[in-house]
């Protein structure tokens, strides 16, 4: 992820460690093992995504989640993906969610955030939670439902301006700064499992209207 963007999501999630106004989140439901955004995972993710939307020669691929976190981050323009981003990336049939601990953020990213991480222990964990749902025919949407410190979710309050300014920098999100629609074939289907994504079309072979590659 852009490291702009990766502090814009850090830096909300940052804010509630001093206030003490955040809320308790929910415990979210156990997890894959996490993996990891890379470069390589981008180009994994689309040979498998084109094999089922594109060329049609499967009806269904598994995506590992690490990869397939990759391949959105390629859609929102970044190229190359960064591989030294200490990010984990754990998937459920519930949530995409992404997390990192303050000490394992690269140096850059943690320079940007700069005095904010002050408040925090360099072991503390910062996560963002992703749904994945069916916008309509043709489209899904991933939103962002909460970021979290060391279990704690950031009010909506301080959460939704500071995420419609991410919104504002980056044209591929919508404007709250917390959606990514993605095309897919108006007779396809995408959704979450444990360690990655599914993607599936109802019959291989010609295809009525090809997904665009990242």
Do not use: C, W
């Not at 030294?84 to 320079?111: F, G, H, K, Y």
């Amino acid at each position: 992820m852009h490291l702009q963007l990766v502090s814009g999501f850090l830096a909300a999630g940052l804010l509630i460690a001093p206030s003490g106004r955040a809320q308790t989140a929910a415990p979210p439901p156990a997890a894959a093992v996490p993996s990891h955004l890379s470069n390589a995972g981008v180009y994994r993710a689309a040979a498998l995504v084109d094999s089922v939307y594109v060329d049609r020669l499967n009806h269904e691929a598994f995506v590992e989640g690490g990869d397939f976190a990759s391949y959105l981050v390629a859609r929102l323009g970044v190229r190359p993906v960064p591989d030294n981003l200490a990010i984990d990336v754990t998937v459920d049939t519930a949530a995409v969610t992404l997390s990192s601990r303050v000490q394992d953020l690269p140096e850059a990213v943690r320079a940007q955030l700069g005095p904010a991480l002050m408040f925090l222990d360099p072991s503390s964990v910062i996560a963002a939670d992703v749904s994945l749902v069916r916008a309509r025919v043709g489209v899904v949407r991933f939103h962002l439902r909460n970021l979290i410190v060391n279990g704690v979710a950031l009010p909506e309050a301080i959460l939704a301006p500071l995420m419609a300014q991410v919104g504002a920098n980056y044209p591929a999100l919508t404007s709250t700064g917390r959606d990514l629609l993605v095309a897919i074939p108006d007779d396809g289907t995408m959704r979450l499992a444990a360690g990655g994504v599914r993607v599936a079309v109802k019959q291989a072979g010609p295809t009525p209207r090809a997904a665009p590659s990242p």
